[in-house]
């Protein structure tokens, strides 16, 4: 077989499309992040709608669709079933595709009143009265947590999906990573009030790795315990207040996580 | 190799020199020394250049749920119990490349098992329970049809230099499985620190290794003093862990309350973290993590330490056979203290005490067996 037929032979590279949404973009950044793979990223897929890659963009459906934020407004959230629509896979990256992220915290609070202080014409802001992760709105394929995500967790779903294969991606707790990284428990060694073991792993236990708690940035693990862990940091000394602030973070929005804060209201 | 002064069976004396000696004889020769050091707000094993290293006036004060390092009023270099990290993470190590493959344009696709990289390493240090703990994971990796090539050439490049404990921690219970404060076999020199009388150790040699090794330190043969001194120390030890944990019908006891309320007791405390199971010196969990590159032409597994207390650890086709807390703490505690007897003739636990100080919400197993058991648990630490 010459050279030129077995190219026209090969199947066409799958499309990948990335969407922002309310976000910092920094998930979408991942992406561009991979340096030494991005090559190899470009290799397999057709990029044929990326923004912050690239203004060329091609027209859907597409294969895989990377989904970055949370949906706020009523053109989002239009917007995000037409995605839907266009897409075969669709996996959304991040803490706020996931969760709703940090900007859920209005879902407390009385959004009118932000916008009266924020714009000088609030009568033109059109804002939903909750802001949500993707999947409160649209199916989801995968969800890829964290804030931000993990470019060697992105680079997995995407080979996965490549290879058609389920990526291997784990549920289990923050500590698990802390323990393979031969990290002693902050918790146990010196009182440090940490959210790792109700957090699922994927960020390599970053904070612990220097002697910080770990934030929830990648949100509920499976089956997390939150009261047992409340009750814990309680007895380290740590009140209401600071307890509704840790759950009530950029995750906060998660199912596990606001049924928490609410309790320390 | 026998040489000379001392039979195998006779035990000698260093002093903390000769025991600086011992570990600069163990470099010459090639082999990598860990021994206890303070790190991380902790003592663990790291690699020690001689005693100047070793935590020297440092104890651990443990208790469920908290470990904190405090200074002795003496200069013991072995004056704690055991800290969070055992030797497993040595043996059994926390990620182990297994194979890669690649696959060429041909679609020929070619595998290389990654070679085992087992450097001589000397474990300077080693509890009793710890040793059994070594014991008790030989018998996992390397009895049986199918055997560990990577566990058993780690194995076979260790020297073991255990030290008896005198000190033991509130969650130590070592003595009421008969796995300490003094060290039985396994090892290939054992060491009682004694501080009455002159610091200095007496040793027990336990190999001809062993025997070779003190040929290259200065030593002088036991006298009744220093066996004396070590049988108080042993003594004083084995006074406080006394009644700690009664282990008497355990494997029946577990198995028959399988359906005990008290697990969903335990189950509401239990943070599923899994914390316990991998400081604990014999659990010996693990799964394998597949990769694949983008272009699909190179593929790796990874064998990584896992947990019976994770959801997709028990996952078969069609879902996870312990899917609630309840299901995987029982599972847990009933393989450690039960089945664990049936499987590999021996308990699973070394009474470390570990999964106690390290469980971030202190939930004491002695504690949960007696109370599946349906027995009050009286015998504690603080006590």
């Known amino acids: ?265 | 190799m026998m040489n000379g002064a001392h039979d195998l069976a006779d035990p000698v004396v260093l002093d903390p020199t000769g025991l600086d000696d011992l570990i600069a004889a163990l470099r010459r020769r090639g082999f990598r020394v860990l021994g206890p050091r303070i790190a991380d707000e902790t003592i663990s094993p790291a690699p020690v250049d001689g005693i100047d290293d070793l935590p020297a006036g440092w104890t651990d004060v443990q208790e469920p749920g908290s470990y904190r390092l405090e200074r002795r009023t003496d200069d013991a270099l072995f004056g704690y119990a055991v800290g969070p990290q055992s030797w497993k993470r040595e043996l059994f190590p926390a990620r182990l490349k297994l194979w890669s493959a690649t696959r060429d344009a041909n679609g020929e696709v070619a595998v290389e098992e990654t070679p085992t990289e087992a450097q001589p390493t000397a474990f300077v240090g080693v509890r009793p329970c710890e040793v059994e703990a070594i014991t008790i994971q030989d018998r996992i990796f390397l009895s049986g049809t199918f055997t560990d090539r990577d566990y058993g050439e780690r194995r076979s490049a260790a020297f073991i230099v255990a030290v008896d404990c005198g000190d033991p921690a509130s969650t130590c219970f070592c003595s009421s499985l008969g796995t300490g404060p003094a060290t039985g076999g396994g090892f290939d020199l054992a060491l009682t620190e004694l501080l009455a009388h002159g610091h200095r150790f007496l040793v027990r040699i336990g190999s001809a290794a062993g025997q070779e090794i003190l040929s290259d330190v200065e030593t002088r043969p036991a006298v009744e003093q220093d066996f004396t001194d070590a049988a108080d120390v042993l003594d004083r030890a084995d006074a406080e862990l006394r009644g700690r944990f009664d282990p008497s019908g355990v494997r029946n006891g577990l198995v028959r309350n399988s359906e005990s309320p008290h697990w969903d007791d335990v189950a509401s405390r239990c943070l599923g973290c899994a914390n316990c199971t991998l400081v604990c010196p014999t659990c010996f969990c693990m799964s394998v993590e597949d990769r694949s590159s983008l272009a699909g032409d190179e593929a790796t597994r990874t064998r990584v330490w896992d947990t019976c207390f994770s959801v997709g650890h028990s996952y078969i086709h069609g879902g996870s056979i312990r899917p609630s807390g309840r299901s995987r703490y029982r599972q847990w505690l009933t393989h450690k203290f039960a089945t664990w007897q049936d499987q590999f003739g021996t308990s699973g636990c070394v009474g470390c005490g570990r999964c106690i100080t390290w469980c971030p919400v202190g939930i004491d197993i002695r504690e949960e067996v007696a109370a599946v058991m349906g027995r009050k648990e009286e015998h504690h630490a603080d006590d």
Not at chain 1, 49 to 69: H, I, N, Q, R
Request: contains cysteine; glycine residues 8%; neutral net charge.
């Open chain 1, 1 to 265: 077989m010459s050279e030129s037929t077995k190219r026209a032979k090969e199947p066409r590279r799958p499309r990948l499309a990335v969407w922002k949404f309310s976000s910092c973009d920094g998930c979408q950044l991942s992406l561009l992040d991979c340096e030494d793979e991005l090559l190899d990223v470009t290799g397999a897929v057709e990029i044929a709608y990326f923004l912050e890659a690239s203004s060329a963009t091609v027209k859907g459906p597409y294969d895989l669709v990377l989904v970055e934020g949370s949906v706020s407004t009523p053109h989002d959230a239009e917007r995000i079933q037409e995605i839907r629509r266009s897409a075969r896979y669709l996996v959304t990256i991040g803490a706020c595709a996931t969760t709703g992220g940090i900007q859920s915290l209005r879902n407390w609070a009385d959004v009118s009143e932000f916008t009266r202080f924020v714009y000088a014409k609030p009568e033109y802001i059109s804002t939903l009265r909750t802001n949500a992760g993707i999947a409160d709105h649209v199916t989801v394929d995968f969800e890829l947590h964290g804030c931000p995500i993990n470019k060697h967790q992105l680079l997995e779903v995407v080979s996965a999906f490549l290879a058609g294969r389920r990526p291997s991606i784990p549920h289990y707790s923050v500590c698990i990573e802390c323990k393979r990284n031969g990290v002693p428990c902050l918790m146990v060694s010196d009182g440090v009030p940490c959210l790792g073991p109700v957090t699922q792993a994927g960020c390599g236990a970053l904070c612990p790795l220097y002697t910080r708690g770990c934030f929830g940035c990648f949100g509920p693990k499976e089956q997390s315990n939150t009261s047992a862990v409340a009750a814990e940091w309680k007895r380290l000394g740590v009140e209401d207040p600071r307890l509704l602030r840790a759950f009530r973070g950029i995750t906060g929005n998660a199912r596990e996580f606001r049924r928490e804060s609410a309790l320390h209201e």
